[in-house]
């Protein structure tokens, strides 16, 4: 199910935040800031409703800031033990959903350059590509995206 990032998810989501991002993970420090800053808007989704990873306490978690009519996404992970089940998917609407709530007109994003998966999920909800971005991560270009909604 998903639901509303709350403080006790912060421990489990930076180490599964590790294991993905690895040396481009969020701390748990940084974690608290983000949840606690205006316009931020974090989810979860639980094991309770995937069937094939039931196991997995934690299947993925993403993170949306809101000012205005603008929005960016922060994050939007899976475990790597549940991919390809549509939990990126889920967690992406669930955040659109939230920003059109909210009256968000465009929302960008960030991905590297070589997830091709990340760009083609986003592409598939209307993300266009706007310019890339030189050495925004530690090894890889980044994409910026956006939608209008």
Known sequence: MIRRMRWFDIAPIAALDAEIFGADA????YFWS????????FIVLDA?????????????????S?????????????????RRQGIGRRLLDALLDHAR???????HLDVRADN?????????????ELDRRPGYYRDADAVLMRALL
Do not use: K
């Not at 969020?26 to 420090?29: D, G, I, K, L, T």
């Not at 983000?34 to 808007?41: D, N, S």
């Not at 709530?101 to 929302?107: D, F, H, K």
């Open 26 to 29: 969020w701390s748990e420090a």
């Open 34 to 41: 983000e949840l606690a800053a205006p316009g931020r808007h």
């Open 48 to 64: 309770a409703v995937v069937g094939n990873a039931a196991s997995l306490e934690l299947l993925g978690f993403a993170g949306l």
């Open 66 to 82: 809101v000012s205005g009519p603008q929005a960016d996404i922060l994050t939007v992970a899976s475990h790597p033990d549940a």
């Open 101 to 107: 709530a909210n009256g968000v007109e465009a929302v």
């Open 116 to 128: 091709t998966a990340a760009q083609a999920m986003y592409a598939a909800d209307g993300f266009v």
